[in-house]
């Protein structure tokens, strides 16, 4: 029953006594003295304290509430100085920052700017190492230590008594020197939790408000990638399936990041020849994809140059020259280019390091077969010259290309077993009788499902080729 | 002892312990108010101290949710955090309970959240301030087992959520440490979250580095030089860490120079893939022996026409001969080049245009042609460079340029670049560099 209880006894008593007896007068008399003393004095005693303690916590959070919202450095240099002036009583607050081009910039509570406070790098590690709240009592105590010693010179020439370190994840943000005259010294005693409550709000307030500017940055960045990427997206052919010259073509392209360092495209050459390319930059990213946008132009170019007269071998050797000079050895790009010509039933091929695209035919008794287009040659980049050779072999109605990068055979997560070239091989002949859309569609959705949802590690790109039977051959 | 004084006495008795009852009352509830406010201020405090260390956004969130548990006896706590695609939201609770999506209906509320960044009891959500919300918080309430919503809210983002079950209304003491906790939780939440971004700033700058690399390597790598009577300097300076403008120069054989200068239309990393494609393709075509001026932009045209999305660029080719003493150029759309003669202090320039690159499919550009004698000198350049702003917004402008090259062609080339470099420095005065600056100036010597 708290405070009351001596009341309640006193007036227990007068009622044992008898409340008219003299006695019983008395005791209720002592009781009611009590009681307003506490009703007077008491109860707003207790509540005072409390408030006192609510309006610094309060105090404390207006501070973090305002200080977020807070722009500059400089901004939360004012807003702590007012809070540390309404709250505490104290009579300056000054806001310690290393400044960007060496040295600290000393930020006033009045929005005043100097960078006059002398060596202040020992003193700073000492409070980074320290990370609490520091007065100028115990840097007395402590003066035996250097950094120490160096924090008292520090909190001597700014005329503070109380300097808070603001440590954020290991790293000293700045330091805040108090200037409470009316308490030199004890200043930090009692206080203690409130000071580091104060420094930790201080100290998250800068920190995003440096991060912010680096997260914004941030933003235009990835804006620039995004833009990349559309243009990346441009210089390849569209998702549409392509019928020309009695050829169906499916090209499927995912990338994995923003940019992505597959190229594939297909060129009508004229004459009823088609250039199909594919290619894959090493790595992923914004690099890459400027050196598929350089074998891009490379292809554009030949072929209008060279038209129905351009040979997959004499393609990759001026590709290769292309690479080399923007990769600079740094980056390499394997590439296979074919033309097929379904008239004349061929297809001429050279690779330069790509792996080998699978060829499904009809065997005898109409079995399907699977056979790899295997050529060789150095990976364009990494020498200023290369000879490419070109093979040939026949194309029938009916016959479908397969061309693929890495991505497609390596998919799967970090530490699981990729896709493989085991399942990529079933997958076709499962897929044999599909056309070349939906075989190209029936490829990657095997993929998909072997992933099951877990992000790709490198870009995949496909691409089904088919010869159609003289009948369907019409352009679309 | 008078009877008349016994009732108001026993009166007196009765009233004042009624008073004391009353008062022990109130002073036991405030006391025991008090110990846990004092508590709940110190589990708030650790969190503050605690959190700035944490490591990621998740367990901010889970720390606050746990502390908010502790600290206000929530039987129940649930974390929502905007999920990977933009808009969508998970909910999950504290310990190893899995992510699960936010229902579209209550996704709603999300948003409004950031421009309400207050503890909202969820059993007053009936009241006008909620209007249409009405529905995807009771939903939230319902689905979820919460009563209270804590929102985080940073700078005008809702980055993250705290719902818990109170099992009473909030006293406003226990508000105003909600209100407490809401704030140290946002700003530790919004540390984390702005960590991670400028994280993956570092990322995207290095990967941009990179990119930029790549794109310097395609620039010459002699940047002046002289052969057959001719001698020329290039110049050319990014605005970025990636640039749109490109120059190339190629000995063509029999005494030619075939020099073409291009400037795509868009910035950054997607102008420079624009022009690794343009640069790479006048690689192509001049190595094909494509030595016309006027052709190798009519083949340019061609492989950089796109009809579903077009890409833009502007472009002069000029091909310099000094034995015959003629040059050839053609231009897409660019400034025209400046003709210093060797014997008229007029500077002419080399007239004539046609569309932009990537315009028009079956576009012609012809060449034309002029003489060039021994002292005569072209200067191509783009237009970043006229129009390279002071701090006062100010054009550096053509006739600066022409002055400038004026007063300085009959020095040698490199000359030449310095003094309009030079000019062009001395004009801005600090102002930044916003575009790409390219020169190249030829001259028969």
Known sequence: MGAALPAVGLAAAAGFMGVASHLGIGLLGGAAAYLGVDALFIQPAIDRKQGAGDELAAAARAFLQRALLSRTVADIALE??????????????????????????????????????????QAFLWLGERGEPVDAELL?????????????????????????????????????????????????????????????????????????VEARGKKSLSKALDLATAIQEALMPDDRPVRRHGIAIRGLFRPVAECGGDLWTWQDLGGGRLLLLIGDATGHGAAPAMLTAVAKGGVDALRHVLGETLDPSELLTQLNRAVYKAGRTRYLMTA????????????????????????????????????????????????????????ARRLDPGDRLVLYTDGVIDAGSPGSEPFGEKRFRAAMISLAEAPAAKLAEGLLAEVDAYLSGRPFADDMTLVVAEALPREEGAEV | MSSALTIPIALAVVVLLLWAVFLALRHGRRQATTSRAGLNEQVLTEFVVRSLDLPGFSDVLADATTTA??????????????????????????????????PDASRPAFAWLKHNAEVIALDEVSGPRFGAMRIPLSDLKARYGIDTLVPLVDRRTTIGAIGLWLGRRPSGFERSLLEHLRIEATAAAANVRLHREAAHKLTLEKEVDLASAVQRALLPAVQEDSAHGLSWVGHCQFSGQAGSDFWCSYDVGGGKLLVVIGDVIGSGLAGSMVSAVAKSCCDAFSAAGTT????????????????????????????????????????????????????????????????MLGDIQDARYASSTRGLVRGDAVLLYTDGLVEAMNLQRVPFGERRLQRALSAA????????????LHAVDEFRAGAPVDDDELLVYVRAS
């Open chain 2, 69 to 102: 548990q502790i600290a206000f006896g929530a039987q129940r706590g649930v974390i929502f955090e905007p999920g990977a695609k933009d808009g969508t939201w998970d909910a999950w609770a504290p310990g190893p309970q899995p992510l699960e999506p936010v």
């Open chain 1, 80 to 121: 702590l100085d007012a809070v540390a002036r309404s709250a505490l009583g104290v009579e300056r607050t000054l806001l310690l920052v290393p400044a960007p081009e060496g040295g600290v910039r000393v930020l006033g509570g009045d929005g005043s700017e100097s960078a006059r406070v002398g060596e202040a790098e």
């Open chain 1, 336 to 391: 296979f280019a074919a033309v097929l010509d379904s008239a004349a039933g061929e297809i001429r091929f050279a690779n330069a390091g790509q792996n080998f695209p699978y060829m499904i035919t009809r065997g005898d008794a109409g079995r399907v077969k699977l056979e790899a287009l295997v050529a060789r040659g150095n990976t364009l980049g990494a020498a200023p010259e290369a000879h490419y050779v070109t093979s």
């Open chain 1, 140 to 212: 007395t105590q402590l003066a035996e230590f250097d950094g120490a010693r160096a924090a008292g010179e520090l909190l001597h020439r700014l005329d503070a008594q109380v300097l808070l370190p603001l440590r954020h994840r290991g790293l000293l943000l700045g330091v805040a020197a108090l200037s409470t005259p009316g308490r030199a010294g004890k200043a930090a005693e009692g206080l203690g939790n409130f000071y580091r409550i104060l420094g930790a709000h201080a100290t998250v307030a800068i920190a995003n408000t440096y991060l912010d």
């Open chain 2, 292 to 355: 016309d001026p006027g052709a190798l932009l009519t083949a340019l045209n061609r492989a950089l026409w796109r009809p579903q999305r077009p890409i833009h660029m502007t472009g002069v080719a000029a091909l310099f001969d000094a034995a015959r003493g003629s040059v050839a150029w053609a231009n897409a759309g660019h400034p025209m080049p400046y003709f210093a003669s060797a014997h008229d202090d007029r500077l002419g320039v080399l007239t004539g245009s046609g569309p």
């Open chain 2, 409 to 420: 062609k009959t020095a040698g080339p490199p000359r030449v670049r310095d003094a309009i």
